[in-house]
């Protein structure tokens, strides 16, 4: 069963104060919304990572970080803006691990990236935006594709509005140059 993990990972949590936290009062209510958030969660991570099977694994340690760290959600934020948060962090946390270890983490025979199109065609918009700037993919991510608003994107990026707004602006830029090449 796909939440079985979820459910075993919320019983190991410790904290009798969680319940208290959640608007909803259960255990299995917070578990469900999880569930619920997972293919934006993978959508978000794989624009983070430019690679299917590094955001599955974000993805866990995220969840599993959620669901160890229940406690310290506020009940009135957003469970998507914490998730969002900690899906970045912990892909931030495992592309500098891999950079000390001096890994690999994106031969250039992965596949999706625009040099495996056919020379004919036009530059897509997956492409443009995988080959935008880290911090301005992000902010597409979180805007465009995700669809938050300026404010929620800028908490969960923990940068300030202005900067997200010159991000976006930035990242619209140089998508439009991409693609009318």
Do not use: C
């Not at 599955?56 to 914490?82: K, M, T, Y």
């Amino acid at each position: 069963m796909p939440g079985e993990f979820l459910y075993n990972a919320w019983t190991k949590t410790p904290g009798a104060n969680v319940y208290t936290m959640m608007t909803n009062g259960t255990p299995e209510n917070v578990h469900r919304q999880i569930v619920d958030l997972l293919p934006r969660l993978r959508r978000f991570a794989r624009n983070l990572t430019r690679n299917p099977h590094d955001a599955d694994d974000v993805v866990q340690i995220a969840v599993e970080r959620a669901l160890a760290h229940l406690s310290q959600w506020r009940s009135d934020s957003p469970l998507d803006r914490w998730m969002y948060k900690i899906v970045k962090n912990a892909w931030f946390d495992e592309f500098r691990s891999r950079k000390r270890r001096d890994e690999v983490f994106l031969p250039e025979d992965a596949g999706d990236s625009a040099t495996d199109q056919d020379p004919g065609d036009a530059l897509s918009i997956r492409a443009a935006v995988a080959r935008l700037p880290e911090e301005q993919r992000l902010a597409v991510s979180l805007v465009l594709v995700e669809g938050l608003s300026y404010q929620e994107a800028a908490d969960v990026l923990e940068v300030p509005v202005g900067t997200l707004t010159s991000r976006l602006a930035r990242a619209r830029q140089a998508l439009q140059a991409a693609l009318r090449a």
